[in-house]
């Protein structure tokens, strides 16, 4: 096939960035999406690391990855029948896993360590704080985008409800764990690391038993000595998310945005722009996912009609009409997307089934590049 120029930012950005971020709301297609485009920038001869987070088992199976497959692993493209000029290697990203090996780097001592990643508090923050996915896959960009293996990683973003919280999580998680307001609630009564009778003053015996009432003393405890083995690892993370926002902004980044058709994502998508460009993060794409075929392009006029029986005919009317109005919805949303972000959308159709192996991520990349024709699934129930 003959080089063409790059003619769209995501294009650019694949042939010669060094990391691509996939951000969308929850179950839009990003994870579909991450790894479609990081195939075709394998086939555009790039040396490419596809970074996934909880790819559904068979797509995972496709990959060549268990659900545990923390190491990047190459995919035999050619054994596979695709002919690529790059490389493939694809992981999952355990997002908990990363937070211990967090810990360990910057835990003070042995000791501050084994207390952190034993505690019950942490097992469960780690897990259950807003932010700390999102964080995380973050912070596992710093170590990938160094791999001399790979010039380039796509990083598919952990299900969260609205595309933006990827970008607010590492605040949000660093000012919980900074001056969040349970630190300030609790350390005065808990700064020696244990319950003393201090906590039997007026108010804090007021606050201390409701709260022990709620969560139990244990509990207590295990969050003191959260906070307090916390400390000394305070300013290294800092650090880290310094860094790691300072990528997010590089040239050498970029952002795409996967959204749904429906009025709600679009509208979504126009904000999350917004907020990239305000941050000054790289924005190179819109990818509209999962867009309904429109029944009426490209129907050929004239011609004898099928005979069919009325009642049948009549409802066939009234399903056409239906997608057509959908069709013709979602199309007016994107017009108006365009306008507004000045980047015309990159267009994915509903596939006949769900997308779960090479093949079907090579579809979705000529959906998106515009590089072969898609066949549109139509429907009629
Ligand atoms: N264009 C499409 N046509 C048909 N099925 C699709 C299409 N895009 C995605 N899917 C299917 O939709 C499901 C959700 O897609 P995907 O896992 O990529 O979403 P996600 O945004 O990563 O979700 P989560 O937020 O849970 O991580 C998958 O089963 C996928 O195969
Ligand atoms: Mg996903």
Redesign the pocket.
């Known amino acids: 096939m003959a080089e063409r120029r790059p003619s769209r930012p995501l294009e650019e950005a694949l042939r010669q960035r060094r990391v691509l971020v996939v951000c969308?709301a929850?179950?839009?297609?990003?994870?579909?999406?991450a790894a479609a485009v990081a195939l075709q920038a394998a086939f555009w001869g790039r040396r490419v690391l596809a970074c996934t987070?909880?790819p559904?088992r068979r797509l995972a199976t496709s990959l060549g990855l268990t659900q545990l497959s923390e190491k990047p692993r190459r995919l035999a493209l050619e054994r596979l029948g695709f002919e690529a000029r790059g490389t493939l290697h694809a992981m999952t990203l355990d997002t908990k896993r990363t937070f211990d090996a967090l810990v360990e780097r910057f835990a003070p001592s042995e000791a501050a360590r084994g207390r952190i990643l034993d505690n019950r508090f942490y097992r469960q923050v780690s897990d259950a704080l807003a932010g700390t996915h999102e964080y995380m896959a973050m912070e596992k960009l710093l170590e990938l985008q160094d791999d001399e293996r790979f010039d380039l990683v796509v990083l598919?973003t952990p299900?969260t409800r609205h595309a933006l919280d990827f970008l607010e999580a590492p605040d949000r998680l660093l000012s919980f764990l900074d001056t969040g307001i349970l630190r300030f609630f609790l350390k005065p009564y808990f700064v020696a690391g244990r319950l003393t009778l201090r906590i039997a003053t007026r108010t804090g015996a007021l606050a201390f038993s409701m709260v022990d009432k709620y969560l139990g003393l244990r509990f207590l405890q295990d969050l003191s000595e959260f906070f307090l083995a916390f400390e000394g690892l305070y300013a290294g993370f800092k650090e880290r998310a310094a860094q790691v926002f300072e990528l997010l902004r590089d040239p050498g980044s970029g952002f795409v945005l996967?959204a749904s058709p429906a009025r709600l994502s679009l509208d979504e998508a126009l904000y999350f722009h917004r907020r990239l460009v305000e941050k000054k993060m790289p924005f190179v794409g819109l990818v509209v996912?999962?867009l309904h075929p429109d029944p009426a392009a490209g129907a050929r006029r004239g011609g004898t009609p099928p005979r069919l029986e009325p009642a049948f005919a009549e409802k066939l009317v009234a399903v056409h009409r239906d997608l057509r109005t959908l069709a013709r919805a979602e199309r007016r949303g994107l017009a108006r997307l365009e306008v507004d972000t000045g980047m015309a959308p990159l267009l994915?159709?509903?596939?006949e089934s769900?997308?779960?192996d090479l093949r079907g991520l090579a579809e979705?990349a000529a959906a998106i590049f515009g590089t072969a024709p898609v066949k549109l699934r139509r429907r009629v129930s």
């Open positions: 969308g929850g179950g839009v297609g990003k994870t579909t999406t987070i909880d559904s598919d299900p996967v996912n999962r994915v159709p509903e596939l769900d997308v779960h979705v």
